[in-house]
């Protein structure tokens, strides 16, 4: 399974855009580019994900480098509610239900 | 809908029993695994199934067994307890025909301690 390399921790203050970088220098073709969240004592939310092309929903973009060996994932204007453990994780096209995650980034927003 | 539940939400087990942790979902998702979270780490894979009688192994499924006799339940069986199980778990699902939108739905965990 191909592997993500992203910063321990990041920090941002209230109401800024927050760019999470994520590394994945060996990814197949077949490899979605999906971000997950957790915050504290929950369990893992889905926030965005793709293949190629940017990606834009209600909760975040996801900006994919042409070579797509790397991407961002983009909060517009972060708020304490966002601070929590972003993990970047590649998935194949098949979908066979494995998700491997790595370590993520925390991301302390500060008031 | 209730999406992904998970139950008990907490267990205390004395090292050598056995018991199975409930994962059940009810969005029809073909794909359903198990992850354990121990402190301060990131999420492992256990076990993971595609489809109702298909089962696979994941990163750690040693001490673990699964089956997936329904397409809604998943349920994830400790054999004989040891201390090293101490952690929390989640169960997770998804569709081939639905990920492309939503990705993968967690459920909210198993808090489990072996004494």
């Known amino acids: 399974d191909a592997k993500t390399t992203q910063p321990n921790s990041m920090e941002s203050n209230e109401e800024e855009p927050v760019h999470l970088p994520c590394n994945h220098s060996?990814?197949?073709?077949?490899?979605?580019i999906h971000w997950y969240r957790q915050l504290p004592s929950q369990g893992p939310e889905y926030v965005i994900h793709?293949?190629?092309s940017n990606v834009n929903n209600r909760m975040a973009s996801l900006a994919i480098a042409e070579d797509r060996k790397s991407s961002t994932l983009i909060l517009h204007r972060a708020t304490l509610r966002d601070a929590a453990v972003y993990y970047c994780?590649?998935?194949?096209?098949?979908?066979?239900?494995?998700?491997?995650f790595g370590q993520g980034t925390t991301l302390q927003v500060k008031p | 809908n209730a999406g992904v539940t998970q139950t008990p939400k907490f267990q205390v087990l004395k090292t050598g029993q056995s018991m199975t942790l409930q994962c059940a979902q009810d969005?029809?998702?073909?794909?359903m695994s198990w992850y354990r979270q121990d402190p301060g780490m990131g999420l492992r894979l256990i076990h993971y199934?595609?489809?109702?009688?298909?089962?696979d192994q994941g990163e750690v499924p040693n001490g673990y067994n699964v089956s997936r006799s329904t397409t809604e339940d998943f349920p994830l069986r400790l054999l004989s307890a040891a201390p090293s199980q101490t952690s929390v778990y989640f169960c997770?699902?998804?569709?081939?025909?639905?990920?492309?939108?939503?990705?993968?739905?967690f459920g909210s965990g198993t808090r489990l301690t072996v004494v």
């Open positions: 199934s595609v489809g109702a009688g298909i089962t």
């Open positions: 060996t990814i197949s073709g077949t490899d979605y």
């Open positions: 994780i590649l998935a194949t096209s098949s979908n066979t239900g494995k998700l491997i």
């Open positions: 969005m029809n998702h073909e794909y």
């Open positions: 793709g293949l190629t």
């Open positions: 997770a699902s998804s569709s081939h025909k639905t990920t492309g939108n939503y990705g993968y739905t």
